[in-house]
């Protein structure tokens, strides 16, 4: 079960809130000016931040007032929700990446070993890289 803490109600169930897309993005100042190109890119992209991301947010089932959170997009953690109006806080600091996800590649050599019968790796310096497995090939 995920909390998310309202800024009106406190902490909550996950289940009473919607998602409402990425927060702070500004609406065009005279949107019949724009082409049919930059009215798309207002409506559908977006920044698809890998970590932490200021998002909108309803409390649906509680109080019904939209609010804004800095949510790792990573970890799904919610670092910060603040009341709509009021300015982005600063973004935490960022743990730092445990060893497999700062190498997917390494993280993905050793992990693609299904269908193996014989009971090794093709290539056991990747497996034996990553932190816990030193002991299994000694």
């Not at 609010?67 to 709509?84: G, I, Q, S, V």
């Not at 700062?102 to 090794?120: C, I, K, V, Y």
Request: glycine residues 6%.
């Amino acid at each position: 079960m995920l909390l998310i803490d309202c800024p009106h109600c406190g902490p909550r169930n996950e289940v009473e809130f919607h998602y409402g897309g990425e927060a702070h993005v500004p609406y065009p100042e005279d949107p019949a000016s724009l082409s049919d190109r930059e009215w798309a890119h207002y409506l559908f992209y977006r920044a698809n931040t890998k970590g932490v991301l200021a998002e909108r947010w309803q409390h649906a089932a509680g109080c019904r007032k939209w609010f804004n959170a800095l949510r790792d997009t990573r970890t799904y953690r919610f670092e910060r929700t603040y009341p709509m109006g009021a300015p982005r806080p600063a973004p935490p600091e960022e743990p730092p990446l445990p060893a497999d996800a700062a190498d997917p590649d390494l993280f993905a050599a050793a992990a693609t070993t299904e269908g193996r019968t014989d009971g090794s790796l093709a290539d056991d310096s990747a497996a034996d890289a990553l932190p816990g497995n030193e002991d299994h090939h000694a």
